[in-house]
């Protein structure tokens, strides 16, 4: 698990690496995930996104977004995804199940992604950045 949950008085601080800047990206959706859907596996519901932006920290605050927005909106909890990256272009597959109440109900919902404090580096094991999700 390429994540670890860090002390914050008021929201969830997970910090996030990877060998890649793609296998950062996708563990900083399942730091996600583990919060939002601990219990949801890879099934039937599936989407994918697209974005842009000017620097990587704005590229990753726009994915966890779109996954907010998603799992919003279609009303679906995600266990995985598959991250590409194309310079400052990302195109994921996100894999989960719809939302069932008695299954789900053990996440606790993010409201927003925060950029104070996120900044990412390239260190001696690949990629590293804290995330501050909204709680």
Same mark, same amino acid.
């Given at each position: 698990?390429?994540?670890?949950?860090?002390?914050?008085?008021?929201?969830?601080?997970?910090?996030?690496?990877?060998?890649?800047?793609?296998?950062?990206?996708?563990?900083?959706?399942?730091?996600?995930?583990?919060?939002?859907?601990?219990?949801?596996?890879?099934?039937? /519901?599936?989407?994918?996104?697209?974005?842009? @932006?000017?620097? %990587?920290?704005? #590229?990753?605050? =726009?994915? *966890?977004?779109?996954? &907010?927005?998603? /799992?919003?909106?279609?009303?679906?909890?995600? @266990?995985?995804? %598959?991250?590409? #990256?194309?310079? =400052?272009? *990302?195109?994921?597959? &996100?894999?989960?199940?719809?939302?069932?109440?008695?299954?789900?109900?053990?996440?606790?919902?993010?409201?927003?992604?925060?950029?104070?404090?996120?900044?990412?580096?390239?260190?001696?094991?690949?990629?590293?950045?804290?995330?501050?999700?909204?709680?």
């Amino acid at each position: 698990m390429p994540f670890i949950e860090r002390d914050h008085t008021a929201d969830i601080l997970m910090h996030v690496w990877g060998a890649s800047r793609e296998e950062l990206f996708r563990e900083a959706a399942a730091a996600l995930f583990s919060i939002m859907f601990p219990s949801s596996m890879p099934r039937d /519901a599936h989407q994918t996104i697209v974005c842009e @932006a000017d620097s %990587d920290e704005a #590229l990753l605050s =726009t994915f *966890l977004s779109e996954i &907010l927005f998603f /799992a919003e909106v279609e009303c679906e909890g995600y @266990a995985s995804a %598959d991250v590409h #990256l194309d310079g =400052t272009t *990302l195109k994921a597959d &996100l894999y989960g199940e719809p939302y069932d109440r008695d299954r789900h109900s053990g996440g606790t919902e993010v409201k927003g992604i925060s950029r104070s404090g996120m900044k990412i580096e390239k260190t001696q094991r690949g990629y590293e950045t804290d995330i501050l999700f909204d709680v």
